[in-house]
């Protein structure tokens, strides 16, 4: 039998670890856990949208985007890379094809491109 001084803290103890799988789980699959490495550590570059597409893939209902993009960066060749990041709903009609987009690569695979949206 439990005694009354340690349900709280198992208790709380049990909920951080479900919170950090499930969020852990979420970045996965919206790409955040790469994405957010890249944005750290990343050059930064401008990008066009050349294709878009859903994931099938939804948080809050806002859908995971697919993106085709072509990078320019300073010192490169323009290239195409694709990426995927959580959209809100309402940035949808701003982000198509032909909009330039602000992006950091990685500067070791410049194939590992996330979008730096800011306010996105």
């Known amino acids: 039998m439990f005694r009354k001084e340690t349900v ?55 859908p995971v985007v697919g993106f085709l993009l072509e990078v320019h960066a300073e010192g490169l060749e323009p290239y195409r890379a694709e990426t995927k990041a959580l959209i809100s709903i309402l940035s949808i009609p701003q982000i198509q094809p032909g909009a330039v987009l602000d992006v950091k690569y990685d500067p070791r695979n410049p194939q590992r491109v996330a979008l730096d949206l800011g306010e996105y």
């Open 8 to 62: 709280l803290p198992l208790f709380l103890l049990t909920s951080f670890s479900l919170f950090g799988c499930v969020s852990a789980i979420t970045d996965s699959f919206t790409g955040e856990n790469v994405a957010r490495d890249i944005r750290a550590n990343g050059l930064p570059a401008t990008a066009t949208v050349l294709q878009i597409w859903e994931t099938g893939t939804r948080v809050n209902h806002n």
